[in-house]
């Protein structure tokens, strides 16, 4: 059987994402044929064996499970939390599978999210070689001036790392605030609530509208549903992930 990395094996057994097995091998929670592993080390599925934490890792192949969510305000992007609060898979119910969240919207976004335990393809959506354009629909106090609409679709500086341009559209406006639509091909952490925070707006409501060719089309918030074939086949082909069969 061909060799893999060990933080692949990891992920598409479903126990943790690629990233979080780095983390543990780097932690050296884990064992390849009762030796410490360390990041790097290829293995045979079929030959090796794999412990973490002391506990054997089987990995049988399966049909991964592909999950879109309209996320709610007040949920944590995330399948646990140390502190108690509420997580995305807490809305999860009838999954028995350990799917993990694809990007992240922070606690108080709302919008389109994806799951799965599908460890390359979850990989592939999150590297910025091969990210998707996510539009956003943002909800800032007042109105929007030009030099303030400037301001956003200039290359600004996040964090000490230069942004791309990002085309912002602004909306309807009333006296409630303005509407804006953001198309990011990138997403730094919380990106957009940093850009509106330097061109002197607040945001009062972020939510993301579709990610790719993917959509909400009316799914209500705090419910999801399955992936069908065309949108998971649609997701291969847009990240080059050569799917197995």
Not at 52 to 68: A, S
Request: glycine fraction near 8%.
């Amino acid at each position: 059987m061909k060799k893999v990395r060990l933080q692949k094996f990891l992920a598409d057994a479903g126990l943790m994402s690629r990233r979080a097995a780095e983390e543990e091998i780097a932690k050296g929670r884990v064992c390849v044929n009762g030796h410490v592993a360390e990041i790097g080390t290829q293995i045979d599925p079929a030959a090796d064996l794999v412990t973490y934490r002391g506990k054997r890792v089987l990995f049988e192949k399966k049909e991964h499970i592909y999950i879109m969510m309209n996320k709610p305000r007040g949920y944590l992007c995330s399948t646990e939390d140390d502190r108690g609060r509420k997580c995305v898979t807490d809305l999860l119910d009838g999954v028995t599978a350990r799917v993990y969240p694809v990007g992240r919207l922070d606690l108080i976004s709302e919008g389109l999210l994806l799951l799965t335990d599908d460890g390359e393809l979850k990989n592939r959506l999150t590297h910025p070689s091969y990210s998707l354009p996510k539009i956003y629909r943002v909800k800032v106090s007042g109105e929007v001036s030009e030099s303030q609409h400037l301001t956003l679709t200039s290359p600004l500086v996040i964090d000490g790392y230069k942004i791309r341009p990002v085309d912002v559209t602004v909306g309807e406006s009333d006296e409630s605030g303005t509407v804006l639509k953001f198309t990011l091909k990138e997403g730094r952490n919380r990106q957009i609530r940093k850009m509106c925070e330097q061109a002197g707006l607040c945001v009062k409501r972020l939510s993301r509208i579709s990610i790719g060719n993917l959509k909400l089309d009316g799914l209500p918030v705090g419910k999801w549903r399955y992936l069908d074939a065309k949108e998971v086949e649609y997701l291969y082909k847009a990240t080059k992930v050569q799917k197995n069969v």
